[in-house]
């Protein structure tokens, strides 16, 4: 059993940033590759991004490519997300998860199994 706990969203103007934490809790999230997804209201839940277990292998969704980066610590059980470069259209509550198969190209939902709770973020134009 995992369970992950999102933090640091909150509400930007357009061109701002925000630094997004995802704290798990278990002795087994270094060996979860880990994803970030993002639920627009009305819209269904989509692809952030993933990195390895080991954290050199990260993968985007083309729409954040170039302006959103994640990173791990394993040593403190706790996956980030930067957003840089804000949009109006990257409002959405934020899901960390994770990947028992340890892959980083899955964008599938239904490749994860634990979730957490979900931080909102807001942009304003």
């Known amino acids: 059993q995992v369970q992950l706990v999102e933090s640091g969203g909150g509400k930007v103007q357009a061109g701002g940033s925000l630094r997004l934490s995802c704290a798990a809790s278990?002795?087994?999230?270094?060996?979860?590759?880990m994803g970030w997804f993002r639920q627009a209201p009305g819209k269904e839940r989509e692809f952030v991004a993933a990195i390895s277990w080991s954290g050199r292998i990260p993968y985007y969704a083309d729409s954040v490519k170039g302006r959103f980066t994640i990173s791990r610590d394993n040593a403190k059980n706790t996956v980030y997300l930067q957003l840089n470069s804000l949009k109006p259209e990257d409002t959405a509550i934020y899901y960390c998860?994770?990947?028992?198969?340890?892959?980083?190209?899955?964008?599938?939902?239904?490749?994860?199994?634990?979730w957490g709770q979900g931080t909102q973020v807001t942009v304003s134009s």
């Open positions: 278990g002795s087994t999230f270094s060996r979860y590759s």
């Open positions: 998860a994770t990947n028992p198969r340890g892959t980083t190209t899955d964008t599938d939902v239904a490749a994860f199994n634990y």
